[in-house]
């Protein structure tokens, strides 16, 4: 018997049910999209559809501006916010407006935009496959950074006729940048600098149970053939198997019932328990099977690469070689800031090291140490705006003046 069908097992065996309906009365954003969460703190929303090269269709949305004037004159500077693994755009305006960060970088004067991604909430059409086609289902990270990131960035230059953007992005969102901009030199003269939050390229010390996946992947096909190609919709079963060993205590099950908190952890110092119905409603917000199966490859390979299709002969088919290209992290020329933290479990300190170790000297422009957050805090953390938004806005502003 498969080791994954072993644990299937196990989770239709389990009677543990987590129930967070009845925990905390219903908020309002929770049945919003991120325009209308943006509208409905006061903010201008504009909202566009961006067409990648392979066809996918993302929704992105824009605030032009704060709720009041800033001291900014000219083209306010253009920033590009990119959420992370399994979430969308909506993690940058889930909490208050003086704790969200895109809600803060508009009130400080910049020009936001919030990406999409294929897969999530936002991504979920294409031009000419249907959504329930294994065919669309087929992509990981490596081609959000192919195609989505460089199609993002173009539109909002385009659209705006400015030359170039910041990007500040957590977790894929960092991923994504350090595989694109490791060899497309083009995208990278249109990228000022990168603010990577809780940054990922090596996972090999990560304590995720993510990495599990890594453990049930000897053959792909099997993979596959037990969960299907297409969206990573973890039943109730799944989570609850997870959340039997990782969350026994009362206080800690509410959050146990989204799958994105067994993934990447939690703090709960630093979660907003208030806000909590937002997060679950809005989050996870979709990816692919086969974008959850590179992740556990990353983590038994510990290599920055691209998916391995399981065998010499299908990676030749794809590739041309007998085992999947790695991506040059030392190829990068962008200004990188990494914001990290002490006790992520996705993001291990360990693994950031490895990156930055592979940084050029000049690339590696700036670097910040949380030592007791979680990868979740830095999109959710009560003290996310003065330890990380805050500071970011300020880098950004230091960046603008080495362009003028």
Not at 55 to 83: A, N, S
Not at 173 to 196: C, M, P, T
């Amino acid at each position: 018997m498969l080791a994954l069908e072993k644990v299937i097992i196990c989770a239709l065996a389990s009677s543990m049910w987590i129930d967070i309906s009845s925990a905390i009365a219903p908020l309002p954003e929770e049945n919003m999209n991120v325009t209308e969460i943006i509208h409905y703190n006061g903010y201008p929303a504009e909202e566009y559809t961006v067409t990648t090269d392979d066809g996918y269709i993302l929704t992105i949305q824009r605030i032009p501006q704060g709720r009041q004037e800033t001291f900014l004159t000219g083209p306010k500077p253009l920033v590009l916010v990119q959420h992370g693994l399994l979430a969308s755009s909506s993690n940058w305006v889930a909490n208050l407006p003086n704790e969200s960060f895109g809600f803060i970088l508009a009130d400080k004067g910049f020009d936001v935009w919030l990406g999409n991604i294929r897969g999530n909430t936002y991504g979920r059409q294409h031009v000419n496959l249907s959504v329930d086609s294994d065919a669309f289902w087929n992509f990981t990270w490596d081609e959000m950074a192919k195609y989505d990131l460089p199609a993002m960035v173009n539109f909002i230059l385009k659209k705006t006729g400015q030359p170039s953007l910041h990007y500040a992005a957590h977790s894929q969102g960092s991923l994504i940048a350090f595989a694109e901009l490791s060899r497309n030199q083009d995208l990278a003269q249109k990228i000022k600098a990168v603010f990577a939050l809780g940054p990922v390229a090596y996972l090999g010390h990560m304590e995720s149970p993510l990495k599990f996946l890594a453990d049930f992947l000897p053959e792909l096909e099997d993979f596959f053939k037990v969960f299907g190609v297409r969206d990573f919709l973890p039943s109730n079963d799944i989570i609850k198997w997870m959340a039997t060993y990782l969350c026994e205590p009362d206080d800690t099950r509410e959050i146990c019932s989204s799958i994105i908190f067994i993934i990447c952890g939690f703090d709960l110092p630093q979660l907003n328990m208030t806000r909590l119905p937002i997060y679950i409603a809005h989050t996870p917000a979709g990816t692919s099977v086969k974008n959850m199966a590179h992740f556990g490859q990353m983590y038994r390979s510990n290599k920055f690469q691209m998916f391995d299709y399981g065998s010499a002969e299908k990676n030749r088919q794809h590739y041309g070689t007998d085992t999947p290209p790695q991506y040059n992290a030392s190829a990068i020329t962008v200004p990188l800031a990494l914001y990290w933290g002490g006790n992520d479990w996705l993001a291990d300190p360990d693994d950031v090291k490895v990156l930055m170790q592979k940084l050029a000297d000049k690339t590696l422009w700036y670097n910040k140490t949380i030592k007791a957050w979680e990868h979740l805090d830095f999109i959710w953390g009560l003290d996310a705006a003065p330890l990380v938004y805050d500071d970011v806005a300020k880098k950004i502003l230091d960046k603008e003046l080495e362009f003028k």
